[in-house]
C-alpha cells in the first residue's frame, strides 16, 4: 500500500524511525518482511526531511525515488549487484540505506559526505557521478565486465527522463541493445514528460510484460517461429504495436530493450513485484517508472524546482527594529548576467539566449519570459547547443550561450571545431567557475581559462566583480568573433553595476594599486582577496580582465618596475593565465621572477567555498604567506650568491 503521510513541513526534532533503526544496510533490509516495506519507506522519507534540514543539500529528486530505491536494495544482492545513479541528486535515500544515516548531517561539509554518489566513499557507490546522462554507459561496461568474467551478478541504471534527453544516453542504449547485455535501464520519469499514461491499466499490462510466463510464452513463441520469418515479423511487429498502444515504448523496443511500464513510481509493492521479474529475465530490460519530485513533503511537490535542494534550516533571526535597515542584498553574478541579457536584447533583436537545461541557474527566466521567441533550452544536451549557436551565427543572429563552466568542457569538440575554427561571432556566459563549494569536484570549474585560452580566434575575459562582469558581457557581445566571460558561482563584492551597455578595450587591463617591488597579476575575481595581502606586502595589483589577448604592455611595464612578478587566478596553475604570462615573457626573452598562485594539481574536494580558498592557499592570508615564502627564498638565494 502507498504511504499516505504528507508532510507539510520540515520535522524540527529526529523522528521516531523504529523499523529503520534495525536497518542500517541492505542486508538487513532484506531481512524484513515484504509487508514491513510501506513502514520503513514512510520512516524513511521522514528521517530523510529531518536529516536534510539539518544539514542542507539536495532534496526534491530523493524523496521521488525513495520507494524505488527501498525496492531496489530489496530486491537486488547490492554492492554485489551493481546499481548505477544517474547525476546522484536522488542518492540520499540510497546513502542512508547503505551505512552512511549517522554521517547524513556531514553531507556537503568539508570532509563529509559528499552530496553525490562517490566510489570511495561506499562500495554501494559503484560509480561516481555529478554530472548527467552517464549511468547507461558506466552499467552497460559492468554488465559487460560481469560476462567477461563469467558472472552472474546485476547491472542496473537508474536515469532521470531529464538526462534521456542527452544524446550519451541514447548512444549507450543503442550500443546495450546491439550487444543484448544483461541490464536494467530504469527511467524515473518524474515531469510527465514522456508519458503520462500511468493508471490501474498500465499498471496491470506492464505487470503483465514483466512476469515470467508471458517471457516464457514469448520465448517458446520466437523458437516455434523461427521456421517461418514472415509470421516471426508479424508477430514482432503485432508485439511492438500493443506495447505502443500502452505505453509508448516502441522507441525503446527498436533498440533492442525489452519495455516495460509506465508504472506507478511509489507503488512499493508492484516495484518489488516487478524488479523481481524483471531480475529473472534475459538481455537489456527496460522499465519506465513514473515519480513524483519531491514526494511526501507538500511545498515540494507544488514547487520541484525550487525544491530541488535546500539550505540548513536556521532558526529565524530577531526581528530588526523599525530604524535600522537591513543590508542591502548583493547579487549574484548569475543576476548580473541575467540582467545584462535582457537589458542587450532590448536594445538588439538578433540577440538569443541558448542553455542547456539550466533556465534557473544561469538566471535566464526573466529573459525566457520576456523574450520567449528568442529563448531556446535545449535540455541536457551541450554538444547540441553549442552547434546550434554556431548554426545561428552563420547567419547574422547574436548568440549568448548561458552555460556552467564543467558543462562546457561536454562540448569541447563542438567549442573548437563549430565555432573557433569558423570564426563565428557566439558568447559564451560561463557560470561556476573556479571552486563551487558544497557539490565538489564535479562541478568546480577549475580548467576553463586553459582549455579555452589555447583555442584561436577565442578572446577569454575574466571579470573581477560584478560591474566588471557586466561591462565585459557587453564588449564580448560587440566583439565580432567567438568570445567567453568566465565568473562565479555566488555573489560578488558588492559593487554598483553601470547601467548603460559600456564596453572595454580589448586586452587592455588596469592598475588598481600603486605599491613596490611586487606587482600581482589577478586575473578574476580574487581581486577580493588581492587586495588585503598587497596591502601588507605594499604590492601593486592589476587587474588583468583579459586572460587572451593579455595586456603585454601592462605586464612589460610593470616587469620594469618590479622584482617580483606574482600571477593569480581561481583557476588550475597548469596551462592557465599565468601559464600565459610565463609563455609571453619566454617569447620575448624578458627575464623575470615569477610566482604562479592558483588550483592546486589535484581534485579539490566539497565545502564551503571560502574553506577551499583557505585550503588551496587563495584566501588573503594564504596569498600573503606564499608571496612571503617566495620573497625569503629569494633573499636567501642573493644571499648565497653574495657569499661566493
Not at 605599491?515 to 601593486?540: H, Q, V, W, Y
Request: charged share 20%; proline share 5%.
Amino acid at each position: 500500500m502507498h504511504d499516505t503521510t504528507i508532510f507539510k513541513e520540515i520535522p524540527s526534532r529526529q523522528p521516531n524511525t523504529p523499523l529503520l533503526d534495525r536497518v542500517d544496510t541492505p542486508e538487513q533490509l532484506r531481512e524484513l518482511d515484504e509487508d514491513q516495506l510501506s513502514q520503513l519507506a514512510g520512516e524513511l522519507r521522514a528521517f530523510l526531511l529531518w536529516s536534510v534540514g539539518q544539514s542542507g543539500g539536495h532534496f526534491g529528486a530523493g524523496l521521488g525515488v525513495l520507494e524505488l530505491t527501498v525496492a531496489l536494495h530489496y530486491v537486488f544482492n547490492t554492492p554485489d549487484d551493481r546499481l548505477v545513479w544517474d547525476v546522484g541528486h536522488q542518492a540520499y535515500p540510497h546513502k542512508i540505506l547503505t551505512g552512511r544515516r549517522a554521517r547524513m548531517g556531514t553531507v556537503r561539509k568539508k570532509e563529509g559526505l559528499a552530496g553525490f554518489p562517490k566510489r570511495g566513499e561506499s562500495d554501494y557507490d559503484t560509480f561516481g557521478v555529478g554530472h548527467s546522462s552517464t549511468s547507461i554507459s558506466a552499467a552497460l561496461g559492468m554488465a559487460v565486465a560481469a560476462k567477461m568474467q563469467q558472472s552472474n551478478r546485476k547491472s542496473i541504471a537508474v536515469i532521470g527522463d531529464g538526462a534521456m534527453t542527452a544524446g550519451m544516453a541514447f548512444e549507450a542504449l543503442n550500443h546495450a541493445g546491439h550487444l543484448r547485455a544483461n541490464m536494467l535501464v530504469i527511467l524515473n520519469d518524474n515531469d510527465m514528460s514522456i508519458s503520462q499514461n500511468v493508471g490501474g491499466l498500465s499498471n496491470y499490462f506492464a505487470k503483465l510484460l514483466a512476469s515470467r510466463t508471458y517471457n516464457q510464452v514469448r520465448d517458446g513463441s520466437k523458437k516455434v517461429l523461427q521456421g517461418a520469418p514472415h509470421l516471426m515479423a508479424i508477430a514482432r511487429k503485432t508485439e511492438e504495436h500493443f506495447k505502443g498502444l500502452i505505453s509508448g515504448g516502441t522507441l525503446f523496443e527498436e533498440l533492442g530493450f525489452n519495455y516495460i511500464g509506465p508504472i506507478d513510481g511509489h507503488d512499493l509493492p508492484l516495484l518489488v513485484d516487478t524488479l523481481q521479474n524483471l531480475r529473472e529475465l534475459e538481455g537489456p530490460q527496460f522499465l519506465h517508472i513514473v515519480t513524483k519530485k519531491g514526494k511526501g513533503f507538500a511545498p515540494a511537490e507544488a514547487d520541484p524546482i525550487g525544491y530541488h535542494a535546500i539550505n540548513k534550516i536556521e532558526p529565524k533571526p530577531p526581528v530588526t527594529p523599525a530604524d535600522t535597515k537591513p543590508a542591502p542584498k548583493k547579487l549574484k553574478y548569475a543576476n548580473v548576467f541575467g540582467q545584462w541579457l535582457c537589458d542587450a536584447a532590448e536594445q538588439d533583436e538578433r540577440i538569443v539566449g541558448i542553455t542547456p537545461a539550466m533556465c534557473e541557474g544561469s538566471d535566464l527566466v526573466q529573459f525566457s519570459q520576456r523574450f520567449p521567441d528568442r529563448y531556446y533550452d535545449v535540455a541536457i544536451a551541450e554538444q547540441h547547443a553549442v552547434t546550434l549557436a554556431a548554426g545561428l551565427a552563420c547567419d547574422g543572429v547574436k548568440p549568448v550561450v548561458a552555460i556552467y563552466s564543467t558543462f562546457l568542457q561536454r562540448a569541447y569538440d563542438q567549442l573548437i571545431h563549430d565555432v573557433a575554427i569558423q570564426d563565428l561571432d557566439v558568447l559564451f556566459a560561463i557560470d561556476r567557475a573556479g571552486l563551487v563549494g558544497e557539490d565538489g569536484p564535479t562541478h568546480a570549474g577549475s580548467f576553463d581559462l586553459t582549455y579555452l585560452r589555447c583555442i584561436p580566434n577565442m578572446i577569454v575575459m575574466a571579470p573581477s566583480d560584478e560591474n566588471e562582469t557586466r561591462l565585459l558581457l557587453q564588449t564580448g557581445l560587440s566583439h565580432e568573433g567567438p568570445a567567453a566571460v568566465r565568473y562565479p558561482r555566488g555573489t560578488g563584492p558588492g559593487a554598483e553595476t553601470d547601467k548603460e551597455l559600456k564596453t572595454l578595450p580589448i586586452g587592455k587591463g588596469r592598475v588598481v594599486r600603486e605599491g613596490k617591488r611586487i606587482a600581482i597579476l589577478n586575473f578574476g575575481t580574487l581581486l577580493a582577496s588581492a587586495m588585503p595581502a598587497a596591502e601588507a606586502l605594499d604590492a601593486t595589483v592589476a587587474d588583468m580582465r583579459f586572460v587572451k589577448p593579455l595586456d603585454t604592455d601592462l605586464i612589460e611595464t610593470l616587469v620594469e618596475q618590479h622584482d617580483v612578478i606574482v600571477t593569480l587566478e581561481e583557476n588550475a596553475v597548469a596551462g592557465g593565465a599565468g601559464s600565459a604570462v610565463s609563455e609571453f615573457l619566454n617569447a620575448e626573452g624578458i627575464a623575470a621572477s615569477l610566482l604562479h598562485i592558483g588550483l592546486p594539481d589535484r581534485f579539490v574536494d566539497h565545502g564551503k567555498h571560502g574553506e577551499l580558498l583557505a585550503e588551496c592557499g587563495l584566501d588573503p592570508a594564504g596569498i600573503q604567506a606564499t608571496i612571503e615564502a617566495r620573497l625569503a627564498q629569494i633573499s636567501d638565494l642573493q644571499a648565497l650568491r653574495a657569499v661566493k
